[in-house]
């Protein structure tokens, strides 16, 4: 889905080397792909399995429980906001540490990171709009946590704060627009915020980026993908074609592309049971 993307290079590189089955890993615009793969395999009748295997750190595949990897990216992720926790400690009074985390339209891997650290005091996700100030403004809660206990931990998504930043108009090679940066605004607003308020905040920021998602798998996601990779020979052999393979229901199932497709990327839900444990985790303000 980078860009380069030939269906007629593609067939018939499929036809020169008599290639009756094809795995394709990724997300859902390389799922797109692969199922006008399997589409143009049908129209000239070549006797090709397309399978597909979704593939995004983000977990924005919409019918799959989880994406292989995710697991792995949140354990990870905890050593980022251990880390922003110890610089803001050390940094008392009105020490703060910021971790950036990945997701671009959906808050899945700042939120599950946030309930398992235990330590983060605000969580900013794209799903929910950031409000600065008032009475249900972001930092008026960091400045009340700082009080208490003399320091505070903030993780946000990286696709968060597009209502006040805006969308940029530049794109990458996937076409999805580039991300404004929200990590560094909210250390510039949160410093401004203090010194309004006649205090200084010493603000450490931290961006594992794509750290999180390039280490080795831990166990859970080796077994799944062990398991992901034998289902989609299975189907494949079984004679199934332009499908997706996934944990749905903790039950792994063969899913049609074009199902798996239509809703994604997902979004997690603004009034579900994850953001409200995140809410209970980091008392923040709820401005759904």
């Known amino acids: 889905s980078r860009g380069g993307f030939d269906l007629d290079k593609i067939i018939a590189f499929l036809k020169k080397n008599d ?6 890993i990724g997300g859902d615009g390389t799922h797109r792909g692969a199922f006008r793969i399997h589409e143009g395999c049908m129209e000239q009748g070549l006797n090709v399995a397309v399978a597909g295997i979704p593939k995004t750190i983000d977990n924005d595949i919409d019918h799959v429980d989880r994406t292989f990897g ?23 009074p009105n020490g703060i540490g910021i971790v950036k985390l990945m997701g671009r339209s959906a808050g899945f891997i700042a939120a599950h990171a946030t309930m398992c650290s235990g330590d983060v005091d605000l ?97 859970s996601d080796s077994i799944y993908c062990m398991q992901l990779a034998q289902n989609a020979v299975h189907g494949a052999m079984a004679g199934y074609t332009g499908f997706s393979v996934g944990l749905c229901n903790n039950k792994t199932v063969l899913l ?20 409200e444990r995140v809410l209970a985790l980091t008392r923040q303000p709820n401005t759904i």
């Open 123 to 219: 969580c900013l996700v794209p799903e929910i709009p950031i409000v600065l100030e008032g009475t249900n403004g972001c930092l008026p809660h960091i400045r009340e946590r700082v009080k208490q206990q003399g320091y505070a931990v903030i993780v946000v998504a990286e696709g968060a704060g597009e209502e006040i930043l805006g969308q940029s108009a530049e794109t990458d090679a996937s076409g999805n627009k580039k991300l404004p940066a929200i990590g560094e605004f909210m250390k510039g607003a949160v410093v401004d915020y203090f010194k309004r308020k006649g205090e200084e905040a010493t603000v450490k920021y931290i961006d594992p980026s794509y750290m999180i998602r390039s280490v080795p798998a831990n166990a």
């Open 256 to 275: 049609p592309i074009p199902e798996l497709v239509a809703t994604s990327p997902k979004h997690m839900n603004p009034k579900g049971r994850t953001w």
């Open 70 to 92: 995710f697991e792995t990216a949140i354990e990870h992720a905890q050593q980022a906001i251990r880390c922003a926790k110890v610089e803001a400690k050390c940094n008392k």
């Open 19 to 24: 290639i009756c089955q094809l795995y394709v």
